[in-house]
């Protein structure tokens, strides 16, 4: 009679058989990424070639050490081992390190970050021009490089008098990020630097790796002061050389750029533009004295006389000419007066007779409404003083009045009254 296993049987002994087989401890594998979408953890996808399909499952300490992105449809080579998942009895390949078939992971890498930084425009981002009289350089390399030597050999042969101020860094390896990070902070602090010389020796592309990193490129970015990348040799070519504003292909050429005059060229250009001022200026002291010997024997300085005869002339002439001016402007005026004099003699007897008739017809109504015109028609004017006499109670016994008449004025005393009273006189 036939034993019967369970499935948890089956899977456990396909486990065994898959850990316990030593062609499954260490595969390696090449085919082509498929079904591939980043997850913040563990990442699963597949490996597939044109007859056959694999499931992968890269955890995440290992992802975390790729040097590039992975991508669908990317040919890969894997390294990992077999391993079955008993709850769905599917297997699995484990990858361990996987590199671009090909191509090498870190090349992978480069391209890949090369062209997203490029896509944003970072590459163009730095255009600062190197002064030409640097005062103080910040070097940051490894103190026990070459790398120093050759700068400070090269810059005290062109350019002694410039200062160079050594910012140690790590140059290689897991610290060497954070390491060249930390020291542009501190030249980012200073505000003493003309330019920055950052780099390394030649090397391998890992021993170059920390100046291919994202967050130091972008840290560059930063600076404030032109910045000069010599990073390898000629051939290598780093992701921050191409974000610096130079690039040197040895240390000894980034020297030379941070130096663009040397002090022989500088002071061999001073000395000919002394030379050319000098020329300059004898020329100028030999035209000024040619002007002052043509001044010096000028009319105007020998015969200065000479110099108001035509203003004296002008003045004449001037003068003549207002003369003649007024004399013609007083007889024009003079002119008028004689026009104008039996014109105003016609117009003042005409205005004296016409006032003359208006004051007649003035006089005349006056005298009709004169006191003199009623006094001499009989009536008189009673006064006390100087008061005009209307009533009788103004008056009393033995009070002096006096009476005018047309004629002239009576005095008189009052020696009785005589009162009306209904008609009848009372006294």
Same mark, same amino acid.
Not at 10 to 15: D, N, P, S, V
Not at 86 to 96: C, D, K, M, V
Not at 133 to 155: E, L, N, Q
């Given at each position: ?251 000894? /050429? =980034? $020297?030379? @750029?941070?130096?663009?005059? +040397? !002090? #022989?060229? &500088? ?94 017809? /003035? =006089? $005349?109504? @006056?005298?009709?409404?004169? +006191? !003199? #015109?009623? &006094? ?52």
């Amino acid at each position: 009679m036939a034993e019967y296993l369970t499935v948890s049987a089956l899977t456990a002994y396909l486990k065994r058989k898959f850990t316990a087989d030593p062609y499954l401890k260490k595969v390696y594998v090449t085919g082509e990424i498929s079904n591939y979408r980043q997850r913040p953890g563990h990442q699963y996808f597949k490996i597939k070639d044109d007859q056959a399909v694999v499931s992968a499952t890269m955890f995440k300490s290992s992802f975390n050490r790729l040097k590039f992105q992975l991508e669908p449809g990317m040919k890969v080579n894997v390294t990992g081992h077999m391993d079955l998942y008993a709850p769905n009895g599917s297997y699995s390949l484990i990858i361990e390190t996987i590199e671009p078939d090909g191509v090498g992971a870190l090349y992978q890498a480069y391209e890949q970050l090369k062209e997203k930084l490029e896509k944003e425009g970072l590459f163009q981002a730095r255009q600062a021009k190197i002064p030409l009289f640097p005062r103080k350089i910040a070097v940051i390399t490894s103190p026990s490089g070459a790398v120093i030597r050759d700068i400070m050999t090269t810059v005290q042969r062109r350019y002694p008098i410039a200062e160079i101020v050594l910012y140690p860094a790590v140059v290689q390896g897991d610290g060497a990020v954070p390491s060249l990070c930390q020291q542009i902070d501190a030249v980012n602090q200073s505000s003493d630097y003309d330019v920055l010389i950052i780099g390394r020796g030649g090397g391998s592309i890992e021993d170059l790796w920390a100046f291919n990193d994202e967050k130091l490129a972008r840290q560059l970015l930063t600076v404030k002061i032109p910045v000069i990348s010599s990073v390898g040799h000629e051939t290598d070519t780093t992701i921050a050389d191409f974000i610096a504003d130079k690039r040197a292909a040895t240390p000894t /050429a =980034a $020297a030379e @750029l941070a130096t663009p005059m +040397p !002090l #022989a060229d &500088l002071w061999l250009a001073i000395q000919q533009h002394q030379q050319k001022l000098v020329m300059i200026l004898q020329r100028e002291i030999a035209q000024r004295k040619d002007y002052l010997s043509r001044l010096q024997q000028s009319y105007v300085l020998t015969n200065p006389e000479r110099l108001y005869e035509g203003y004296l002339q002008r003045l004449d002439i001037a003068q003549d000419k207002l003369i003649r001016t007024v004399s013609l402007q007083i007889n024009q005026q003079k002119q008028q007066v004689a026009t104008l004099k039996p014109r105003l003699k016609m117009s003042m007897d005409h205005e004296m007779k016409q006032a003359q008739q208006r004051f007649g017809q /003035a =006089a $005349a109504g @006056l005298q009709l409404v004169s +006191p !003199l #015109a009623i &006094l001499a028609r009989g009536y008189s004017v009673t006064k006390k003083e100087t008061e005009v006499v209307r009533q009788l109670n103004q008056v009393t016994l033995d009070d002096n009045i006096s009476i005018q008449v047309s004629d002239g004025e009576i005095l008189a005393r009052i020696t009785g009254k005589k009162e009306k009273y209904n008609g009848r006189e009372n006294i």
